[in-house]
């Protein structure tokens, strides 16, 4: 989808996301207040939108939130300027740029943890755009998807399958799944992908070792030596 549709779709989407959070707050939640955040830790949050997700990160953190979107990035600043944004945080600890999520402005091994929340299904490259959060990652960071895949379940598929070109003119794709995502970046056990937590929604931890990607169950890192087993939810 073109940039100038996609934005023109999701400033329109922008006016209702707020409204909606709870049909966000708690994936959200769920998802960033497993991270094992340590002081000053750098964060990278890839489709920031609106903001819902800036109160969920620790105050001694520093996070950059991105989005293509200059009007959701609108509102997200002005929750960061009334204070209903990161009150606690440092002064100059947060900063919101318009950037595109498959070309990041960011040096290589710039960030700690990356986080990409329902986002990956709507930039018209997922591949891409998983690889461009890798790049920026530090070594033995955490990349964190937030995102509907398309169901292993042969019903739920064919549907997500059928109506994936409807869903496509509203600015996102219902037929990605995980391991479409996941089998070009290399992903060490993509075996595991099954086990992600979610249903309609997963939440997918990973983890980067020097040139590669696993899957990962937090809070706990991944030992180099040992093959886990994730939590279903």
């Known amino acids: 989808m073109p940039k ?6 999701y ?3 922008g006016r209702f996301y707020d409204a909606g959070q709870f049909l966000f707050r708690k994936r959200l939640q769920k998802a960033i207040l497993s991270l094992p955040f340590n002081r000053d830790d750098r964060v990278l949050d890839v489709g920031v939108g609106t903001g ?8 001694d953190v520093h ?5 293509l979107c200059p009007a959701m990035l609108a509102q997200a600043r002005r929750k960061m300027a009334n204070k209903s944004a990161r009150r606690h945080a440092a002064n ?7 950037a595109d999520a498959l070309n990041l402005p960011f040096p290589d091994g710039s960030f700690d943890t990356v986080f990409l929340s329902h986002l990956i299904s709507t930039v018209p490259n997922p591949q891409r755009c998983l690889a461009e959060a890798f790049r920026v990652a530090k070594a033995h960071a955490h990349l964190v998807i937030v995102n509907h895949f398309r169901s292993p379940l042969p019903v739920l598929s064919w549907i997500e399958t059928a109506i994936d070109p409807l869903c496509r003119k ?15 970046a290399g992903v060490e056990n993509l075996h595991l992908a099954p086990q992600t ?3 309609l929604f997963r939440i997918v931890y990973l983890e980067k070792s020097h040139q590669t990607l696993r899957l990962a169950r937090l809070p706990q890192p991944l030992p180099a030596e040992s093959e886990p087993t994730l939590d279903a939810a």
């Not at 100038?4 to 779709?9: F, P």
């Not at 996070?63 to 989005?67: H, K, L, N, R, Y």
């Not at 794709?173 to 089998?183: F, H, P, T």
């Open 52 to 59: 819902l997700s800036l109160n969920f990160y620790p105050d």
């Open 170 to 184: 509203l600015g996102w794709r219902s037929d990605l799944s995980l391991q479409e995502l996941l089998a070009p």
């Open 197 to 199: 937590p979610g249903f």
């Open 4 to 9: 100038e549709i996609s934005n023109s779709i």
């Open 63 to 67: 996070v950059t939130g991105i989005d």
């Open 11 to 13: 400033s329109l989407y």
């Open 92 to 98: 100059g600890s947060t900063h919101l740029l318009q």
